[in-house]
């Protein structure tokens, strides 16, 4: 069964839902009291980049995206309190945001069509934020926690990036963010030593063209090597690494969230 939209009236706000090395259906998010119907009418015709910038004309709402990074769970259905956010969500998707009302919630991860939760938390969602819900680690062992995104530029002229690892497998890593036609032996990393689990707040570079690499922590291994993106100013981005499942051997793939992305930004050439 493919992921699906609780409520087909809704339309997707901000970053777009990215299942893991495959296309397939959105896995988006779903209806909202109806007290948020306009607001969520102007939200989903403001935030036409990826990334949101603000939700006009309702200054108050917060947003929350959900991101299913374990390997192996069943496909997911989550619930705020009663109320469906998303169905069906599979290893690798990030599902857009959608405006909520601040408040604090239970947040809840179902196994899909079945009510059964696996795991929840609690948490305080703030006014005019931004919010990711990460649900990782092993179905024996699954988590879930609720952490605070970047909902605003990137200082002048730079790129902010936060780097999670839920891989499982494969020990601790070294990340590198490679410019453009530079070599990896001649970079110097941009965090080192990172553990299953670890969630690093946002550290920023000049604006530019990077690749992301992911070495054994280290060594000279390389366990995922990635295409040069551009990366506007004042834009920020959250990277996951996860396990890869393709290969026999231990090795990472990450997927990338579009956290912010400015509304006058300029690529760089």
């Not at 709402?61 to 069906?88: E, V």
């Amino acid at each position: 069964m493919q992921p699906r939209l609780a409520d087909n009236s809704m339309r997707r706000t901000c970053s777009q839902a990215r299942p893991l090395r495959r296309k397939s259906p959105r896995a988006n998010l779903l209806r909202l009291p109806r007290k948020l119907a306009a607001a969520f009418s102007l939200a989903a015709l403001s935030c036409l980049l990826p990334g949101c910038q603000s939700i006009t004309g309702s200054p108050s709402l917060s947003q929350i995206r959900i991101i299913d990074a374990s390997p192996n769970a069943p496909g997911l259905d989550i619930y705020q309190g009663t109320s469906a956010i998303a169905y069906n969500l599979g290893f690798g998707t990030i599902t857009s945001y959608v405006p909520v009302v601040p408040g604090t919630y239970s947040i809840s991860a179902d196994t899909s069509n079945t009510r059964t939760q696996l795991v929840s938390s609690t948490a305080r969602i703030g006014a005019a934020q931004q919010y990711t819900v990460l649900i990782s680690n092993v179905a024996a062992s699954l988590q879930e926690i609720v952490l605070t995104d970047q909902s605003s530029a990137a200082p002048t002229g730079e790129v902010s990036f936060r780097f999670i690892d839920e891989a499982t497998q494969i020990g601790a890593v070294d990340v590198y963010l490679v410019p453009k036609g530079a070599k990896l032996a001649d970079v110097n990393p941009f965090i080192t030593g990172i553990t299953f689990s670890t969630v690093n707040g946002y550290l920023t570079l000049p604006v530019g063209d990077y690749a992301v690499a992911i070495l054994a922590s280290g060594t000279t291994t390389a366990l995922y090597t990635g295409n040069v993106v551009n990366y506007s100013a004042g834009s920020a981005r959250t990277f996951i690494i996860l396990d890869e499942q393709v290969l026999n051997k231990p090795a990472a793939t990450v997927i990338t969230a579009d956290d912010y992305d400015s509304p006058t930004a300029v690529p760089a050439s």
